[in-house]
Every structure is written in structure tokens, then in C-alpha cells.
């Protein structure tokens, strides 16, 4: 007998449970990233350092690194423990960053040189950068070398052998067109090792040289002389000079027809070529928020790549049969990338370009195999292939800022993807609000960058970024385009075209110039360290690993607003001393907005951009090239007295009677020149810069009448 039916049951799935990893299956590749920054950075702090007398035990370690997680990923697959693999997969990364920062390290070699040289150096012009208006700066491989002074314990030859076929970076004052590029040049030069960081904590920017090829650099002593034939080194250039060649030239045709600093402008724009704007416009630029414009990056790649898509695509609509049966979106995905190869060739391959063009690339292959185009994955691959490639790039500020706006706008791309209503919003207030949202985010993610590679801030680069980036976008760019694809074929329309784009850049002028007038505009601050950025990185990857885990999240929440409050409460020293290699010159942090400069002699105090920008940085004030702060002591006269920026009253003393003199007054303490041999009878404190010969040094001064210095040796 068939018993009654049981009734249908059906089996439920469990319901689905809140993920509680720390990392999300989509973000696990910002592991990734971050193992390979790491691993760079540890091969960077082992680079040099000798192991028992094996000096390649760095090369060695990374090696042997990927050697193991190669057989613990296959034993973890052999026993099929797969899920396991993403540590490992994390471990190659570290691995493959310090093995690419080790063999980069190894293929630029420390300079030789151990104090500045001269002689007769000769060899081939790869490229020139620098300012066109006073001087220029000649990037020449090495093919011959005499140095006058080289000392008897290392030798002249062994130097010179030394420097054969490597690149060296040279001032000169001679006015070089683009002709000169891949010429045989011969010059009398003095040449300098590497700079060390100018202060403790500052940018070292000798590190980056050398990582660039770059063993030595220097100035002219002589004009340069180029060898007048000329034909063996056209039929011998290769593509990258004849790309540098090209450069320049469509430079000089800017230059030529848009006059400065509008042709400067539209040569950075289009070509990569900044040589051609002036310092003054360039720091207008800089104390707007604007001086991204002038770097090739995402809105100039992707109005380059993505607007010959569009310009393609609606050509190809027109004709219905072709369009209805080939896939004409990906056909033209393909041309519009190659332009934009063609494009990153001709600007010279910056960082932010490369990195522009990596995540165009990336957008094209999702398209071609449809798949979500914008994604925090591809700009993960495009920061990998950049570190696997040029692992010294960690430590450029293209790199560092290029990403940092590019990760947050692309996080917040992906939190808000999906069809979205305006509402009774137009589509103009939406445009001008999402451009708003990206400003503030951007300006907020390179704002530590920023700070810690150009020790400033302005208030007003948001407001300036709304109208600029249309401006850019909708007017100077697609001018520009038609000016370098009319070019080859009318010179003549491309010349109606120049002047066109030439109105939007007098627009743009104007406006830069309105907002760095402004109050607040392009404000000194210090540098917050490494330490600091570091932490607050740690604490933004809790959050965006697993954006559900709201206890993580609050973690990471912490250590930022941490990371922030501990830059903010930092205290910048009070007085920079500038020591090494050259006559003492102090530099004191001011009651008005200019630091003062104090010298022996009035001729101590003329001092290049690369030392007043750097003091700059480290307090926290600017140093203006005027007399009103500059002072350099006297024999004749009464005694001076100045404020600091703590209303410390201070006087300078250049020999010990002047100091006799100054010490009977009411100051807080006294710059002298001399050294003392008795201490103030008042109570002010000495600074002896005497004492303080061969290194730079920071010094704090304690209002209870001490001192903290920190020395750079």
C-alpha cells in the first residue's frame, strides 16, 4: 500500500554569510600592490650594503625568495590547498619588486666621483630639458672624458674609465634647438657627485638621478661646441632621438606662433615640453592647483585616446552597413589606441603619461572581451607594470601623485557603478557636482604627496579646477589635437587652428594668474615624512579592503585622522643652516611671510632654486630673492635686531666685536660668524655657525634657551 504522499519539501540554500575576511575577493589585488611597494623598498634600503663581502646577496635574496614560493605553490596545488595561493601570490609580489629595484640598482651603479671635477668631456646629446629662456640642461652619454683634478689615490684614468658611456646632466647657457639632439658635443664642464638630501627628511633626489641613468651632473665652463658634421649623426639617430627631435621642434613652431608663455603652455599640453614656461607662470600655476594641467596624464590621454574613439565611431555610424556588421566600437577601440601609443611616444614617456596610457590599454582589452572597463584591478596592473619595469618611480612625485588621484576616483567610480537619475537635476549642475566630488577627492588623496615633494597647499585649487578642466577639456585640448594632426599636411590650417587654441590659453592664463593672486594661494607647509603618509596608507587600505567589516573600517578611520593630527601638530624648525661643501648661510624663519637669509657676505646669499625651495620645504615659509630678506652682516653701523617667527628677538655678529657689542642687548640669541670665547653676560644664546661647518643642519630653538639640531651627516 502506498502511504499518503509526504508533503513537497523543498531544500532551502543557507543564507548567505556576510564575508569575514579582512580582504575582499575585489580588492585582494591592493595586496598585491602594496607587497610589491614594500619589496622595493626594502631592495632600495639594501642597495649598497655589502653581506659578509658579497655585495650581490641582493640580487641573490629575491631569487631565492621566488625559488620557494614557486614550490609552495606547487605543493599547495599538488595537495589541493589552491585557496591558500593568495599569500603566496602576495610573497611573489614582494619578491619581484625587490628583485626589480635590486637589478635597476645594479644596472646604475654610484657615481665615482667623491668631489666635484673638472675637465673636457665629450659625447652625444639624448635629450635637453631645463628653461630655454636662461638656462639650458643637456642629458650627454659619455664617449671621451680628461679631468684636470682628479685626485693622485684614485686616478685620473680610473675615473674617466669609470664615467665612459654613462650619462651626465649639464647647464649650459648656449641656446640648442632641437637639431642638437643625438649631435657629438665637446665642452669644458665641472661636474659634482649626487647630491645627498639637503636636509634629514628631505627629498633625495641624488637616489633618483642615479636610478635615471644619471651619474653625474653639473654646469658649462665654456660654450659648447657641436661637431659640425652633422650627416653621420642624422643617418645614425635613432627613434628616440628623432621623437626627441620632433619635440622640440613642434615646441619651437608653438613657441613661434603663440609667443609666451601661451606657446610654453601648449607645448607642455600636447608634446610633453615644459622648457618653454616661464618660472613666473609656472609658479602661477603651482599656488592655483593647476600645475597638473601642465603634466601629460588622464584628462590629456584620455581626450587623446578616447576622443578619436568617439570621432571614429560617429564617423563609421554614417554609414549603417558597415556598422551593422562588424564590430565597429572595437575597431576603433584599437585605433584610438594606438594614437594614444604614438601620442606617449612623442611626449617622452612620463610617468603620468605611462600611467595614463596603461590604464587606456586596460579599458580597450575590457572592452574588447566586454568586460567592466574602469576597475581598482587595472590600475593595480598598470601600477605593477610600472614598478616591474622602472621600480624607481616609487620615489617620483608623478608616480606618487598620479596614482593617488587615479586610485580614489576610480574607488568611487566603482562604489557608485550603475545606472543613476539626475532627478529634476540637469545634466550641466551634474556635470559641474561630480566635478566638484572629484576635486575635493583628488586634491584630498595627493595632498600629503604634495606636501611632502613641494611644501605647499592652496585653498582655492578646487574652485580653480572647475573652470579650468572644462576649459582644458572642451576648448585648448581638441584645438591642440587638430593643430598636430593638420600640421604634417597645412601647415597653414594648422596655424587657424593654433590661434584658436591660443584663445583658450589666454582664458586660462588670465584665470591661474586670478586665483594664485589670491590670499591663501599656493600656502607653505611642512612636509609630513614618509613615516606619516605610510601610516595613514595602512590605515586607508583597512578601510577599502573590506569595505563591510565596519570594525576594520573605524581602525583604519583612526590611524588616518592619527596620521593627519600628527602632521598637523609637527613643529617646522626655526633656523636652516646651509653647510656642506660651501661658505655657512642661515636661514631663519621670520615674523612675515618670507624667511630670512643671513651670510657672511652679500654674495653668499645669491642661492639657486634647488637650495631656496628646499629650506622652503623644511620651514614652512617661503624665501624671497630680495633684499628686504636678506641681510648680510656689516662691519660699520649699530646692531640689528630681527624677529623670528616666534617673536624671538635675534642679531647677527660677524666678528667677536661686534658680538661683544650685540650681547649686551636684549635679544634672545645672536647668529655669529665668529666663534665666541665666552658666553653673553645678557643670557642669549650663541649660535655659533662656525661650528657647524660641512653638513646642512635643522635646528629648533626651546624657549626655555636650548637647542635641537638634526645634521644631514
Known amino acids: 500500500m502506498i502511504g499518503p504522499e509526504a508533503p513537497h519539501s523543498t531544500q532551502c540554500s543557507p543564507p548567505k554569510r556576510e564575508e569575514t575576511s579582512m580582504v575582499s575577493a575585489e580588492r585582494r589585488i591592493l595586496l598585491n600592490v602594496t607587497a610589491m611597494v614594500i619589496g622595493v623598498l626594502i631592495g632600495g634600503a639594501l642597495d649598497g650594503l655589502s653581506f659578509g663581502g658579497n655585495r650581490h646577496l641582493n640580487l641573490i635574496l629575491p631569487l631565492v625568495g621566488l625559488l620557494l614560493c614557486g614550490f609552495v605553490a606547487a605543493v599547495l596545488i599538488r595537495r589541493h590547498f589552491g585557496q591558500h595561493l593568495s599569500i603566496v ?4 609580489a614582494l619578491c619581484l619588486g625587490w628583485l626589480s629595484i635590486a637589478i635597476q640598482s645594479a644596472q646604475n651603479p654610484k657615481s665615482p666621483l667623491i668631489q666635484p671635477y673638472e675637465g673636457v668631456i665629450s659625447g652625444t646629446i639624448m635629450a635637453i630639458d631645463g628653461h630655454a629662456e636662461h638656462r639650458s640642461r643637456l642629458w650627454i652619454k659619455l664617449a671621451r672624458v680628461g679631468l684636470d683634478n682628479a685626485s693622485s689615490d684614485i686616478g685620473q684614468g680610473a675615473i674617466s674609465r669609470a664615467l665612459l658611456g654613462k650619462m651626465v646632466r649639464l ?37 633618483q638621478t642615479r636610478l635615471k641613468g644619471i651619474i653625474a651632473g653639473g654646469y658649462a665652463l665654456a660654450p659648447v661646441a657641436i661637431e659640425a658634421n652633422d650627416q653621420h649623426h642624422t643617418n645614425a639617430l635613432t627613434i628616440a632621438a628623432r621623437m626627441t627631435r620632433y619635440r622640440y621642434d613642434m615646441s619651437a613652431w608653438l613657441v613661434a606662433r603663440m609667443g609666451s608663455p601661451e606657446g610654453g603652455i601648449a607645448a607642455a599640453l600636447l608634446v610633453g615640453d615644459r622648457r618653454h614656461i616661464p618660472d613666473a607662470t609656472y609658479e602661477q600655476f603651482r599656488r592655483s592647483g593647476l600645475a597638473h594641467l601642465l603634466a601629460i596624464s588622464g584628462l590629456h590621454m584620455g581626450l587623446v585616446c578616447f576622443g578619436v574613439i568617439a570621432f571614429l565611431r560617429f564617423g563609421f555610424a554614417l554609414r549603417p552597413s558597415l556598422a551593422s556588421h562588424y564590430p565597429m566600437h572595437k575597431i576603433c577601440s584599437l585605433l584610438g589606441i ?48 610600472i614598478l616591474l619595469v622602472n621600480p624607481g618611480a616609487l620615489f617620483s612625485a608623478g608616480f606618487q601623485l598620479s596614482f593617488a588621484a587615479t586610485t580614489i576616483l576610480v574607488l568611487r567610480y566603482e562604489r557608485r557603478r550603475g545606472p543613476r537619475t539626475l532627478g529634476y537635476i540637469s545634466p550641466f549642475i551634474g556635470y559641474i557636482w561630480a566635478l566638484f566630488v572629484m576635486s575635493c577627492l583628488a586634491a584630498f588623496a595627493t595632498a600629503p604627496f604634495a606636501a611632502q615633494h613641494f611644501g605647499s597647499f592652496t585653498m582655492w585649487g578646487i574652485a580653480a579646477n572647475i573652470l579650468a578642466i572644462p576649459l582644458t577639456g572642451f576648448w585648448i585640448m581638441p584645438a591642440g589635437l587638430a593643430v598636430m594632426t593638420i600640421k604634417p599636411f597645412s601647415p597653414d590650417l594648422a596655424a587657424m587652428a593654433a590661434s584658436f587654441m591660443l584663445v583658450g590659453l589666454e582664458f586660462l592664463v588670465t584665470m591661474t594668474a586670478w586665483f594664485a593672486a589670491l590670499r591663501y594661494a599656493g600656502v607653505r607647509v611642512i612636509p609630513p615624512g614618509y613615516h606619516l603618509i605610510g601610516f595613514g596608507l595602512v590605515g586607508w587600505l583597512l578601510i577599502v579592503l573590506q569595505p563591510i567589516a565596519n570594525r576594520q573600517r573605524i581602525i583604519g578611520g583612526v590611524m588616518i585622522v592619527m596620521s593627519i593630527g ?37 654674495w653668499q646669499t645669491r642661492l639657486s632654486g634647488y637650495f631656496t625651495n628646499g629650506s622652503a620645504m623644511m620651514l614652512g615659509q617661503d624665501i624671497a630673492d630680495n633684499k628686504t630678506s636678506v641681510i648680510f652682516s656689516t662691519k660699520r653701523g649699530p646692531p640689528q635686531i630681527y624677529l623670528d617667527r616666534n617673536k624671538n628677538s635675534f642679531a647677527i655678529a660677524r666678528h667677536r666685536r661686534a658680538l661683544s657689542a650685540i650681547c649686551r642687548l636684549d635679544v634672545h640669541y645672536v647668529v655669529s660668524f665668529d666663534s665666541p670665547k665666552y658666553p653673553c653676560r645678557s643670557g642669549a644664546v650663541i649660535l655659533s655657525v662656525d661650528k657647524l661647518q660641512g653638513e646642512n643642519h635643522l635646528i629648533w630653538f626651546h624657549p626655555s634657551g636650548g637647542w635641537t639640531i638634526k645634521s644631514t651627516d
Open 89 to 92: 601570490i602576495v610573497l611573489v
Open 338 to 385: 594606438t594614437v594614444a601609443l604614438a601620442y606617449v611616444l612623442i611626449s617622452g614617456g612620463a610617468i603620468s603619461a605611462v600611467r595614463a596610457f596603461l590604464m587606456a590599454s586596460l579599458v580597450v582589452a575590457a572592452v574588447l572581451i566586454d568586460r567592466f572597463a574602469i576597475t581598482i584591478r587595472n590600475v593595480s596592473i598598470a601600477a605593477m607594470a
Open 566 to 602: 600628527l602632521w598637523l601638530a609637527r613643529t617646522p624648525p626655526d633656523i636652516a643652516v646651509l653647510a656642506r661643501d660651501r661658505p655657512p648661510v642661515v636661514m631663519i624663519a621670520s615674523d612675515h611671510d618670507n624667511a630670512t637669509i643671513v651670510a657672511r657676505y652679500e
Open 171 to 207: 647647464s649650459v647657457t648656449d641656446t640648442l634647438d632641437a637639431g642638437s639632439v643625438g649631435r657629438t658635443v665637446t665642452v669644458k664642464a665641472r661636474l659634482f657627485p649626487p647630491q645627498k638630501p639637503l636636509f634629514p627628511g628631505a627629498i633625495d633626489y641624488g637616489h
